[in-house]
């Protein structure tokens, strides 16, 4: 169930943030993030973890998307607080992001080359979507270079993130104590 609710959770917030671009709002991503991330904080209680986690993508996609930004390879709606640096709605939806690596993107944490490939494939459709269906995200021409810098930034952006919530989560850090228990009987 939870895992149904963080995948829910999650299109919801990406919904909310890129209806709200398109009508030039940047509030209703963040509005979704702080809701969905409440919430996974009081089910999950790993608040570690996921404000590691929320704290690693903020600055991934300021990276990621600034970059975007910056060099003009991309321009975003609602784009505040400024045209060259990543808005505030995409900023929310990468700590939102985030938090799926606890639960409905766990296996990713085990398989980092399966990581690669969703980030580098998913990461650019996703931006392709935002563009073509509510024109969110418009690409320089050519387009590849932009999609590039994506697929590149979320290649590695997305097992980065999978390894974090691999290490960070308290399951790893008392799993050898665990195993030594088990040994010394």
């Known amino acids: 169930m939870k895992f ?9 917030v990406w919904f909310a943030a890129v209806i709200g671009a398109e009508h030039g709002l940047a509030w209703p991503g963040v509005l979704g993030m702080l809701i969905y991330a409440s919430f996974q904080l009081g089910l999950l209680h790993n608040y570690k973890t996921h404000l590691s986690l929320m704290a690693v993508a903020l600055v991934m996609g300021c990276v990621v998307d600034g970059g975007l930004a ?15 640096f990543a808005p505030v709605w995409i900023l929310a939806l990468w700590m939102t992001f985030s938090l799926t690596f606890t639960l409905s993107l766990a296996y990713l944490q085990k398989r980092l080359w399966v990581a690669v490939l969703f980030g580098a494939i998913g990461g650019p459709v996703a931006y392709m979507s935002a563009s073509r269906g509510f024109h969110v995200v418009t690409f320089a021409d050519p387009s590849w270079r932009g999609l590039l810098w994506l697929g590149t930034g979320w290649a590695l952006a997305t097992p980065a993130l999978a390894w974090l919530a691999k290490h960070s989560s308290p399951a790893e850090r008392t799993e050898p104590a665990t195993a030594l228990q088990g040994h010394a009987s």
């Open 4 to 12: 149904w609710v963080c995948l829910i959770g999650y299109q919801s």
């Open 70 to 84: 910056y060099t003009g390879l991309a321009r975003f709606g609602a784009p505040w607080p400024s045209a060259s």
